[in-house]
């Protein structure tokens, strides 16, 4: 079931988060960027992000979540142990609704580079690389430059848009 998130949700988003961000970004992004993502670094980020947060739960339990921000898909991920389950295709469809009723007509997030795993799965879901994309991430005082690609999706809803997208 996918639902919007709740409060008491973020907890257990935060461990995701955390456990997920290390799996797959690991030695792909700037040292300092990875020794920054604590545990205590997620949980404080995430109380605040509850209202753009949505939770994938498997028989009463938080197992993936989504972070939307305007036309970005922020946030994608789901908790390793339930890897290969088939939670991430509707949460990332969940987000892509999300960018499209608010109004925009392509949604687009960031890869880093060597998070091939990602890059595949988004592919396999209709995203299309659109190009290097040096992503600027704050942690613990710092902005680091992440390298990404730049990964887009058509998703404005039918009979909304005519523009041949």
Not at 36 to 44: I, M, P, S
Not at 76 to 101: C, M, Y
Request: aromatic residues 8%.
């Amino acid at each position: 079931m996918i639902r919007s998130a709740r409060p008491e949700d973020m907890a257990t988003v935060a461990d995701i988060w955390h456990q997920a961000w290390h799996v797959g970004h690991a030695g792909h992004v700037p040292e300092g960027l990875t020794a920054a993502r604590t545990l205590e670094a997620f949980h404080a980020r995430t109380p605040s992000r509850v209202a753009d947060t949505h939770v994938a739960e498997v028989d009463g339990v938080v197992v993936g979540f989504t972070m939307v921000n305007g036309d970005e898909v922020e946030q994608v991920f789901v908790d390793p142990r339930s890897h290969g389950t088939g939670i991430a295709a509707p949460l990332l469809a969940a987000a892509e609704q999300q960018v499209a009723a608010a109004g925009h007509d392509v949604a687009w997030l960031a890869v880093v580079v060597g998070n091939a795993r990602a890059r595949a799965f988004y592919e396999k879901h209709g995203w299309h690389d659109a190009g290097d994309l040096p992503y600027e991430v704050s942690a613990g005082g710092t902005t680091y430059v992440s390298p990404c690609r730049r990964y887009e999706k058509a998703v404005s809803t039918a009979g909304t848009s005519d523009r041949g997208r």
